[in-house]
């Protein structure tokens, strides 16, 4: 039998800025936290020093998420692991950074005891593209862990109207956040007080001035910096859809978390948008403005259409993202 994981050292891009990297983070440190005794490292956010070369040193197992910018950081500071370690791979890895420059991160990849992925379709990517082993490449769906909220709706500022369309994305370009404004403006014509609010961090400062921008032009269009995770549930429940405009995805926690909400998806067609979504069953898929101004409009104005997407989005939930499956499925992989 292995012997059993008390130490985990865990490195994440981010922790404290609201990105999915960090929620991840949260996420996992939550669940695993009563399992094992983790230690969290923001290497974008943190400063390294000799307490987290002793962590690592201690470390049973090292648990790295996004290989590629955890490559680049390495780098930096001449770093070698020297325990075993597991990758969690996200979208961005697999689809940009891997495809981009395969010969730099595919030896990392290769030398770690696991790695992990959000969907058999990235799966399918690292095994098929990149020749990594089938039964090395392991399929975790993420879940979905919204601390409780301490705001309130005063402090978020949230817009009138109605129907409310909600995009929770960072500012960058993979993100797509002003691709639903042609769509919004045309469904002003039988909603002419739709209000559409993207919330984000500022990761972009071209993207970030043609949002501005785009706020002047149109009334209805605001744009809110991100909020705290504790935070989010607020925003969901002001909504009334839930928007991923992504270009390319891994797994969108933004999804998930609304389906577990009670609240319909409509997202562009990608990967992990894939992995989550089946069409017309517990949310809507698009990839051209009229096919999300269809979707929005299908939604909004047939209640039985409505209702559908949330029962089957929260039944979705249930099955396949509960936190209880994910930690138990990273504890099996740390065990073994």
């Known amino acids: 039998m292995s012997n059993p994981i008390k130490r985990v050292m865990f490195f994440t891009p981010y922790y404290y ?3 999915g990297n960090a929620t991840t983070a949260r996420r996992l440190e939550h669940g695993l936290s009563d399992e094992v005794n983790i230690n969290v490292f923001a290497y974008e956010e943190m400063a390294y020093d000799s307490s987290v070369i002793q962590c690592m040193e201690n470390a049973d197992v ?4 996004q290989f590629a910018r955890f490559v680049d950081w390495a780098e930096n500071y001449d770093l070698t ?9 996200g979208g961005t890895d697999i689809n940009h950074s891997l495809a981009e420059d395969r010969n730099r991160y595919l030896p990392f990849l290769i030398k770690a005891k696991a790695v992990t992925v959000f969907s058999n379709q990235a799966k399918s990517m690292l095994v098929k593209d990149h020749g990594l082993k089938e039964e090395f490449v392991h399929v975790i ?8 909220t301490g705001g309130s709706e005063e402090e978020l500022n949230l817009p009138a109207g109605s129907p409310n369309i909600l995009l929770p994305a960072g500012l960058r370009p993979v993100k797509d956040v002003l691709f639903a404004c042609k769509s919004i403006q045309k469904l002003k014509e039988d909603f002419p007080d739709i209000t559409f609010l993207i919330v984000g961090a500022n990761l972009d400062q071209n993207v970030y001035c043609q949002v501005h921008d785009a706020t002047k032009r149109n009334s209805w269009l605001r744009y809110s910096s991100e ?3 504790s935070t989010m549930k607020e925003l969901y429940e002001w909504a009334d859809i839930v928007l991923n405009t992504s270009i390319s995805e891994g797994q969108p926690t933004s999804i998930l978390e609304a389906m577990s909400l009670g609240k319909p998806v409509i997202a562009r067609v990608n990967t992990g948008n894939s992995s989550i979504i089946q069409q017309h069953v517990n949310g809507m898929l698009f990839q051209t403005h009229e096919e999300l101004y269809e979707s929005l409009k299908k939604v909004l104005s047939d209640k039985n259409v409505y209702e559908v997407l949330v029962k089957n989005g929260y039944q979705t939930i249930v099955e396949n993202h509960t936190i209880k499956q994910e930690i138990n499925s990273y504890l099996h992989l740390y065990k073994h």
Do not use: A
């Open 227 to 229: 909020v705290d995770l």
């Open 141 to 148: 769906p993420q879940s979905v862990y919204l601390p409780e």
């Open 17 to 19: 800025q609201n990105r």
């Open 81 to 89: 692991l020297s325990k075993p370690y597991i990758v969690t791979s």
């Open 62 to 65: 090292i648990h790295i998420l």
